[in-house]
């Protein structure tokens, strides 16, 4: 029992991985999804902190530019408070608590003051780097064994601690965490105790993100090799004969977008595919939803709604222009208790393929489907087959534009505008998306509709930024369609490319073409 008699909460302290945010366990992305706090540092990647639950706080316990990082003692009190609060805390670490964690410090104050604990370890850096960088710590032929050594000393304790002369011999591959800064001790010393100055030595920075960067070099000239590169941590060194399996085994450096870390606006129940895609192509996704739908809050809105699901068979025409669209309007006639019967003699219209195959969910096939996705795609495909007089019945989001009523009405077709969901800016603040900008951390933003490039400049100006212009032109950016790319350049965005096809397909296909144009795969600094 925590304080004043209130059950305490339970602490998870969870391994978030090295940096990837698709190597968390399943057991670790669960305990962040159902925790009601995050404590969090640095080394967890920030789209972690995006599958937490939209209500869970987060704080964050690493440095920040007007303030210093909280101390391991301070961390440990806070979380016995929140425990003794009654919540549930996941503390979220890079790689795996108990290698170079201080796990064992935070667990020792929860047990002192009587509250409930578990590890859940987490894939540690020291070999999913090497692995990202094309090099196994292990090798048949050249290493059976490997240790690990924390390089995260002043020069003097690194020397005073550790036991050169047998740690030389004591493996065949030597991995040290977070050395740069010691990598002339290092190689001085391993050269000292019996290795070899033509023993391969490879140093991997944010291994597994999108800034990845590996240097290969060897113990004699390895200290003249992160001078002449300006190499700087957070890297992992790699001593042994396994770096000369890089040439052979690199993989991520080789897939298309490696390097490229790709701002997904899109609301989050879009945007999973969007999301795998760009991680399939070696891409580094950053979910920052700038939009959520939500159902009409107006009573006009669904007065309305209710009215025109009574008299649907008067409609020869329904034009459904969005995914959202399509999943709103279902919800609406399942809400209503209509039959879809009552549209079996009106031609149904889908904006776009995603459109259709979201309709072919539901067990509808559309009639028409304009390739172009925009409303003037729409009336391409209407405008050959509508007769005047007929009655058409559009279904859409608040904010979408009357372009297509107004061309329907023009050529004397009554035309009904129904307001099936809105769209709003989500409540939801992230700490380093601003500071993301301002160091180059996004390299392209895509744009996949007109309120995605407003949403998201109002959520900037509301973080802080005085000018979410000039961060966003940061990047390269890319928009779905002409409407979106207008848009974008309305508010002074410099678009970079239109996708060719209005699809998340398109766009992906387009960022590929971008990135490969400009030849993007600069992160490795040496292979």
Known sequence: MGEHGKRSGKVYLVGAGPGDAGL?????????QEADVIVYDRLASPRLLQMSRHDARRIYVGKLPDRHAMKQPEINQLLV????????????????????????????????????????????????????AGIPVTHRDWASSFCVITGHETPDKLEARVEWEKLSAAADTLLFLMGVANISTIAEQL?????????????????????????????????????????????????????????????VEQL????????????????QSFVRM??????????????????????????????TMTRLSDYQWLVLTSENGVRYWMEHMKRTRTDMRQLAHARIVAVGPKTAEVMSDFGIVPDLVAEQFSQEGVWDVMQPLIQKGERVLLARGDLARTWLAEQLREAGVHTDELTTYQTILPQYEDAHILEMFEEGGIQIVPF???STVTNLLRMMKQLGAEDPVQLVNRARIVCIGNVTAETAREAGIRVDAVAQSSTTDGVLDTIVSLVSEGCQHTTAVNS
């Open 24 to 32: 968390i366990t399943v057991k670790g992305m669960r305990c962040l």
């Open 81 to 132: 408070t929140l425990a003794q609060e009654g919540l549930n805390v996941c503390r979220l670490k890079g790689g795996d608590p108990c290698v170079f964690g201080r796990a064992a410090e935070e667990a020792a104050l929860l047990k002192v003051h009587g509250i409930s604990y578990e590890v859940v370890p987490g894939v540690t850096s020291a070999v999913a780097v090497p692995a990202y």
């Open 191 to 251: 050269m000292r105790c019996g290795r070899s100055g033509d023993t391969p030595v490879a140093l991997i920075r944010w291994g597994t993100r999108s800034e990845q960067a590996t240097i290969v070099a060897t113990l004699a000239t390895v200290v003249d090799e992160v001078e002449r590169t300006g190499f700087s941590s957070p890297a992992i060194i790699v001593v042994g004969d396994v770096v000369r399996v890089r040439e052979q085994m690199a993989w």
């Open 256 to 271: 298309p977008l490696f390097g490229q870390r790709i701002l997904v606006t899109r609301a989050r129940e879009q945007s």
């Open 278 to 307: 760009i991680e399939e192509a070696g891409g580094e996704p950053y979910e920052l939803p700038v939009i959520q739908t939500i159902m009409p809050t107006t009573e006009a809105d669904n007065q309305l709604i209710e009215q």
């Open 448 to 450: 996949t509709s007109a």
